[in-house]
């Protein structure tokens, strides 16, 4: 319900210090996951995403990575800014059509 | 850097006021979807077109929602007439036409800046 949806899991790190943001999906055929950042009022921003044959993926500073026996992903954030304060949420996609189904989404703190 | 526009940005109403709300994806980009986002939660989808065609509709309320995508390009989401429920962000996002993307992989869905309801 709307009163869970508020109180979003949180992880404050330390500036400078690597963040891990975790996410459990839910559908094993599930064959496409993506990563978005999403700023205060703003929409969804995409990190990185990554197909079901592959267990990592690397991109600039973020790195994903995808465990299909107990259906987990997360992504590494190196070296995080406080620019990189936000709520994170991951999304996966069935093997028949483009609709992405969001997890609840977890909100990242930076401390300066 | 392409961006999806989306317009207003901001809309307060009054409910069983009508409202509307539009998009204009990348350009080129053949599918373009709407998801509605309640405060704290992941964006959920509405509706999804392929070109000027509904692909899936089947969480948009039709009794109250309607979208169209007359020319396969831009498109329009409306609510007639609104209720104190559907305030919400409204997102609206596309991806490429399969095969025409130049990235590895075409189901990335690139999202706009949204409009934010306020039913009062």
């Known amino acids: ?112 | 850097e392409a961006e999806v526009a989306q317009s207003p940005r901001y809309k307060i109403t009054e409910k069983s006021q009508a409202v509307a709300f539009w998009c204009d994806p990348i350009s080129g980009h053949a599918t373009l979807y709407w998801y509605r986002q309640i405060l704290g939660q992941g964006p959920e989808l509405l509706v999804q077109f392929q070109d000027e065609s509904v692909v899936d509709d089947s969480q948009l309320p039709k009794d109250r929602f309607s979208a169209e995508r007359l020319k396969g390009v831009d498109s329009t989401l409306k609510i007639q007439p609104a209720e104190l429920g559907d305030s919400a962000m409204y997102l609206c996002a596309s991806s490429p036409t399969p095969g025409t993307s130049g990235r590895e992989y075409q189901e990335t869905q690139y999202f706009g800046p949204g409009t934010r309801l306020l039913v009062l």
């Open chain 1, 1 to 112: 319900g709307e009163s869970v949806g508020l109180h979003l899991p949180t992880l404050s790190v330390q500036e400078g210090d690597n963040s891990i943001i975790n996410c459990a999906y839910s559908n094993s055929a599930s064959d496409y996951f993506i990563w978005y950042k999403q700023e205060s009022g703003k929409g969804p921003q995409f990190i990185i995403d990554i197909r079901s044959n592959m267990d990592k993926r690397q991109g600039q500073r973020v790195t994903v990575l995808l465990n299909k026996t107990v259906k987990h992903l997360s992504l590494q954030i190196a070296a995080t800014q406080p620019g990189d304060s936000a709520v994170y949420f991951c999304a996966e996609k069935g093997d028949s059509s483009y609709k992405l189904i969001f997890g609840s989404g977890t909100r990242l703190l930076v401390r300066p």
